[in-house]
């Protein structure tokens, strides 16, 4: 049985993807084991509770308030998941950089960005893209799934990426609903392929 832990921040759909990914059999012999949470209002949680997968809030607040350096966090944080034995880290909308400190605990760990390689790291990336198709720069965007082995934002070895069509008659909504379920699909081929299924 491989096992899984989903880092989120927000809604979830992601998680939601893997979970029944997991539960139908798409993603045979693996289990998603736990979900951390850095924000305690994260629809994600309630996925997770709803599946039966522990979840972890771990907050950035209390370190912030305290002066306690990142690199804590982070140690922390490796600790907190240590014992449920995890074949691979998912980041699933986790909006913080992982450091070092908990890196070199979890070398395998994945990120979905909701672009094509070194197009619109960071937050807003679809937003971006859609501003950038307003103006002619770009006639379609994509999604991508890629390792994150140090501290960059959004880049890292690549593990696979699908273009994703922008038309004319597109909005803003239109296109985000077509991105995330470009994201769902390629998520959970990206997992059974890093984990060899
Ligand atoms: C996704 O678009 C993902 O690519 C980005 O954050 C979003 C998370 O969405 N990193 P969800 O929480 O999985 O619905």
Redesign the pocket.
Known sequence: MKRLAVF?????????AILDATAEGRLPDTSVAVVVSNRKE?Y?IQRAEQAGVPVIYHPLRPYRQAGKPREQYDADLAELIAPFEVDLIV????MHILSMAFLRHYPRVL????ALPDTFPGTH??ERAWEAFQRGEIEHTG?MVHLAPDEGVDNGPLVCQEIVPIYASDTLETLEAR??EA?HELYVRAIAQVLGL
């Open positions: 989120i921040s927000g809604n979830g759909s992601n998680l939601q994260a994600g980041l699933a909308g986790w990120n979905i960005h909701p990336a679809i999604v991105i995330h994201e």
